[in-house]
């Protein structure tokens, strides 16, 4: 069982930044594949990145390509992500997931991931 904590959501204006945090429960961090997802209110739940368990592949939605980055950090079991140039329409609960894999390429669809963080809180003004 993999447990995942989400931290650095908050309020910021548009053109800010803020960094998402994802700490893994898991001991063999580096068999996990990482992937962040977003809800906005009323809206279906989309991918927005993901890594391979190795860190060499990543993922990105075109949505946030240029903007945000994902990254990992092997000694403190955790995964971020950097969102740059925030924009209003980026305003959504942001989740963290994990899959155990094997593979080297970064996982980018929800149905793959087998568990999931509650969700951080991320609001962009404008």
């Known amino acids: 069982q993999v447990q995942l904590r989400e931290s650095g959501g908050g309020s910021v204006q548009a053109g800010g930044s803020l960094r998402l945090s994802c700490a893994a429960s898991?001991?063999?961090?580096?068999?996990?594949?990482m992937g962040w997802f977003r809800q906005a209110p009323g809206q279906a739940r989309e991918f927005v990145s993901a890594?391979?368990?190795?860190?060499?592949?990543?993922l990105y939605a075109d949505s946030v390509k240029g903007r945000f980055t994902i990254s990992p950090d092997n000694v403190k079991n955790t995964v971020y992500l950097q969102m740059n140039s925030l924009k209003p329409e980026d305003t959504a609960v942001y989740y963290c997931?994990?899959?155990?894999?094997?593979?080297?390429?970064?996982?980018?669809?929800?149905?793959?991931?087998?568990?999931w963080g509650q969700g951080t809180q991320v609001t962009v003004s404008s």
């Open positions: 997931a994990a899959v155990i894999t094997g593979s080297y390429s970064a996982v980018g669809a929800e149905y793959e991931y087998d568990y």
């Open positions: 898991l001991r063999t961090f580096s068999s996990l594949a």
């Open positions: 890594i391979s368990w190795n860190g060499r592949d990543t």
